[in-house]
């Protein structure tokens, strides 16, 4: 399974209210439409962890494959929520990870 993270802070001026409001009612709804997406996780840092970091929020978009994690990021769907999300996100990185679930 390839795992894609991002992380991204809040870009300056954007309340978390405003950004949540946001992110909950549209940029989720509309990455759930990527094609081949087979999990989708959205984090938050904790409260008491904000102080400690310019990050705020972490997806993890699962993929079969990296051919599909690629193929996605270059379908309509991931184009729109991107262009859409440019506006709320501030500084962001993104990572592609072979993962591997190990439950206990």
Same mark, same amino acid.
């Given at each position: 399974?390839?795992?894609?993270?991002?992380?991204?802070?809040?870009?300056? =001026?954007?309340?978390?209210?405003?950004?949540?409001?946001? +992110?909950?009612?549209?940029?989720?709804?509309?990455?759930?439409?990527?094609? =081949?997406?087979?999990?989708?996780?959205?984090?938050?840092?904790?409260? !008491? !962890? *904000?102080?400690?970091?310019?990050?705020? *929020?972490?997806? !993890?978009?699962?993929?079969?494959?990296?051919?599909?994690?690629?193929?996605?990021?270059?379908?309509?769907?991931?184009? +729109?929520?991107?262009?859409?999300?440019?506006? +709320?996100?501030?500084?962001?990185?993104?990572?592609?990870?072979?993962?591997?679930?190990?439950? *206990?």
């Amino acid at each position: 399974m390839i795992k894609v993270v991002s992380i991204w802070a809040l870009p300056p =001026g954007m309340s978390e209210q405003e950004f949540e409001a946001w +992110y909950i009612d549209k940029h989720v709804v509309d990455a759930q439409k990527i094609p =081949g997406l087979r999990r989708y996780s959205i984090n938050r840092v904790v409260p !008491e !962890e *904000r102080a400690n970091s310019k990050f705020y *929020r972490m997806a !993890e978009l699962s993929f079969d494959t990296l051919d599909a994690a690629r193929a996605a990021f270059n379908s309509p769907e991931w184009q +729109y929520a991107f262009a859409d999300a440019k506006k +709320y996100v501030g500084e962001f990185m993104r990572f592609y990870f072979d993962s591997k679930d190990i439950v *206990r």
